[in-house]
């Protein structure tokens, strides 16, 4: 008998090109999805405390809607990932730096007096004059030229945070209250929490039962309320918020590190690590992150005009005239280490000493000068302080893996007013196409847009 002839098939599985095909395109993804979220390249940060707060730290009601409408990020990897170091050695450093005042520079002399405003109204020069600060016994404009309406028990509360603080603020109930996470075990030992609010924002929290009407002192989760009264303020809540943002120092005289961060963001990672990582590691007196689009002053000017996050369109022109008047100069690597002239104010972080007080002071004059746009007014107070400001500005990247951003509050809510912006009742006019440029209100400006212009196309 003959022998069988042996037929070798191919598999079955094998026979159609486009399966192939497809089998090898889902390994190829699947190889590069691991690979992305194991590559250093990503903002991964070590596991915030190794100890952290297991329990929540308040439960809210449902109606309140806590974690509604959080923002997507842009990005999910960044080019310098920072990581952050064991959770008991930084505990330990940080109690020891606020421990040892002599690491903290001389305090500034503050203005007294009385005046219609609550930061003096100071005219340009004044403002100017105070740029340069080389003589320590010379009194620098820091607001509080009218009482700060806040109850006695609060401010007594507030001058015995010794430490870290994280401050936050809700004016006109435009955003809701939210608890940081990843805590660690020992860090509501050394840390406080303040969250100021307005009459408005009161009434929301008790109407959705999130605070006691019997109390006159109030604590939801780890925020301790501060009520704002709002006799004599201003009356923009925007500009009532930018005094705690800009003289926390002076709020809290006692205390060593201090966190802003506005109401919309939901803080990720344990203050201390956030103090001890892109404070003290990279020895500087303030930490912010940049702005993820603009570098220019002048692009944020054109931006809020634009997109009418200013009523007072005039003022906003009249403003970068002044700036381009006394030496306002676009972002170029001239500036460098100042990586950009605009930062998304929404986080500072700071070290209380002499230059990041100074600073903060500064910047709240321009805001009640002209309007609370601080993004506007940052790089022309910071290009021209003296003695130099020591400044980290990190990547957008980063800050994205530090908070969540969650929406404002725009719809009628259930306490049955509308929480609006104040502006919305201002009349509001429309920006040109040639706002700034080919205008005879900034002729100042011209030299800055063509150097601007030259930057961006090398």
Sequence with gaps: MGKAKLTFRTPLLFQSKLLCFSLIYLCTVLFLALYNA??????IFRSSPFDPVQAPLFFYPSTYGEHNHALPTHRSSCSLPIFFSDYSMVFKEIQDLCANSSGFSPGLRYMHGKADT???NLSTQKRIFFLHHSNDSVEVPCGFFKNFPIPHSDRVAMEKCNGLVVVSAIFDNYDKIRQPRGLGSKTLEVVCFFMFVDDITLKGFHYHQLISRKSEEHKIGVWRIIK????????????????????????????????????KLQLMVDPLLLIHTLLVLEKVDMAIPKHPFYVHSMEEAVATARWKKWWNVDALQRQMETYCEYGLQPWSPNKLPYPSDVPD??????KHGMRSNLFSCLMFNELEAFNPRDQVAFAYVRDHLNPKLKLNMFEEQVFEHIAVEYRHNLKRSATGFIEERWSSSKRTKRARHDLFVNSSCCISCQKYFSEMWVETHD
């Design 228 to 263: 704002v009264s709002s006799t004599n303020m201003y009356d923009n809540p925007v500009m009532n918020v930018a005094i705690p943002k800009y003289l926390l120092h002076r709020l809290f005289p006692n205390s060593k590190f201090s966190i802003w961060m506005n109401a």
């Design 345 to 350: 104010s929404s986080l500072i972080i700071r």
């Design 38 to 43: 194991l590559s250093p390249t990503q903002c």
């Design 118 to 120: 609550f930061g003096g």
